[in-house]
């Protein structure tokens, strides 16, 4: 729940003689003994200087901590060093990072010849969330960061691809690249953390094609049940699968089943509370009528263009692969890896992988984060 913010203390400081406030009033002076590190509103600062600046928040531990740094001229970058109020601590990881990465605005001001360092830190609701691709990546933050996280958001995405041939002239990383890069940019534009990716699916039916790696459906369902379950112990409600290939649908919707079934099982604080959530990205609507125009029917159902042509733009090496190849092998029912080499020889369900562009890549990669964005809102809410 929101709470309103709640008074702070902040210093804005100018070089070059001239100092300023929040509402940019100019002030002269001297420094004051009974302000940290004797830096106060009407302390004069030589401008090539690198300032430290301490700024006392007056906040609950539950707020977040916006950054707005105005950095003019040659001034130098302020260390921001956060402290704890002696009544109203804040969380360690809230001081160490996520002051610093929730960074509103980055400007340079110049007023006349002084460069000016202008600092202003306020609190909001936490709904204010890390957006840069690295804050919002699970494997690059600490413990204290994720329980921290977890104040404010209880929702994770989890990226779960395959690792299976995509025809001779597409990536065997295909699936997992694809569900990567969207659970990514789904993350950026929500905030919401993303999980590493689960980079191997049920993929059985493509093992007559060397480079396949798969999982049985019976492991699938394990890996994915004692995920979710140890996201759930930690105080995860909200678990969003970006799935990147078909194959593993009906084993992952299984896995959610039985997790719920083991949170209750196990009296996990979350059990009433945990819901998961599959997100096909390829399957998203735009997704599917932005495809339907650029191919038609040569978009097939394996190694499409559609999914070739987000590899495309997230690894430009794989250009050189791409070439024309014969008609392939129409779609059909799966048996088996022999019978599917079989049916069809070169990989290929009914596509035309040679029709892809990276430029088609990024209105793909577009339109899934759109969609899958506004699902995960919802989901959250």
């Known amino acids: 729940m929101s709470r309103e913010p709640e008074t702070l203390s902040f210093w804005t400081i100018a070089g070059g003689g001239k100092i300023f406030d929040s509402n940019q009033t100019v002030h002269g002076g001297q420094p004051r003994a009974d302000s940290p590190d004797g830096i106060h509103p009407h302390t004069y600062l030589p401008a090539q200087a690198l300032i430290r600046i301490v700024i006392l928040l007056l906040v609950a531990e539950s707020d977040q901590i916006n950054?707005?740094?105005?950095n003019g001229g040659v001034f130098q970058p302020a260390l921001l060093v956060f402290e704890k109020h002696p009544d109203r601590p804040l969380l360690d990881a809230v001081l160490s990072k996520l002051a610093v990465q929730h960074v509103a605005a980055a400007?340079?001001?110049?007023?006349?010849?002084?460069?000016?360092?202008?600092?202003?830190?306020?609190?909001?609701?936490p709904t204010s969330l890390p957006t840069t691709a690295e804050a919002i990546r699970l494997a690059l933050r600490s413990w204290p960061e994720v329980e921290a996280y977890l104040t404010q958001c209880k929702g994770?995405?989890?990226?779960?691809?395959?690792t299976e041939q995509h025809g001779p002239t597409g990536a065997i990383g295909t699936d997992a690249l694809t569900a990567e890069a969207v659970a990514l940019e789904v993350g950026?534009?929500?905030?919401?953390?993303?999980?590493?990716?689960?980079?191997?699916?049920?993929?059985?039916?493509?093992?007559?094609?060397?480079g396949t790696v798969s999982l049985q459906p019976t492991t699938l369902l394990a890996v994915l049940h004692d995920v979710v379950l140890s996201l759930a112990r930690h105080g995860f409600e909200r678990i969003f699968v970006v799935n990147g290939h078909g194959g593993n649908i009906a084993t992952t919707r299984s896995a959610f089943a039985q997790a719920h079934t083991s949170a209750t099982a196990q009296g996990l604080p979350v059990a009433d509370r945990l819901r998961c959530q599959l997100a096909n990205?390829?399957?998203?609507?735009?997704?599917?009528?932005?495809?339907?125009?650029?191919?038609?029917?040569?978009?097939?159902?394996?190694?499409?263009?559609?999914?070739?042509?987000?590899?495309?733009?997230?690894?430009?090496?794989?250009?050189?692969?791409q070439r024309a190849?014969?008609?392939?092998?129409?779609?059909?029912?799966?048996?088996?890896?022999?019978d599917f080499r079989q049916r069809h020889p070169d990989g290929r369900m009914g596509s035309d992988p040679f029709l892809a562009r990276a430029a088609h890549g990024e209105r793909f990669l577009d339109l899934a984060a759109t969609a899958l964005s506004e699902d995960l809102r919802a989901f959250l809410n």
């Open 188 to 210: 950026r534009r929500t905030g919401v953390l993303v999980a590493p990716t689960q980079a191997y699916g049920m993929a059985e039916h493509h093992l007559g094609f060397p």
């Open 156 to 162: 994770i995405i989890l990226p779960l691809g395959s």
């Open 281 to 321: 990205w390829f399957m998203a609507g735009p997704v599917l009528q932005e495809a339907r125009k650029l191919y038609g029917d040569r978009e097939g159902h394996h190694a499409t263009p559609s999914e070739i042509a987000l590899t495309l733009l997230l690894e430009p090496s794989l250009q050189a692969k």
């Open 107 to 125: 400007s340079c001001t110049i007023l006349g010849s002084s460069p000016i360092l202008s600092v202003s830190v306020m609190t909001s609701a």
């Open 325 to 338: 190849l014969p008609e392939p092998a129409p779609a059909g029912p799966i048996h088996g890896p022999a």
């Open 67 to 70: 950054v707005d740094i105005h």
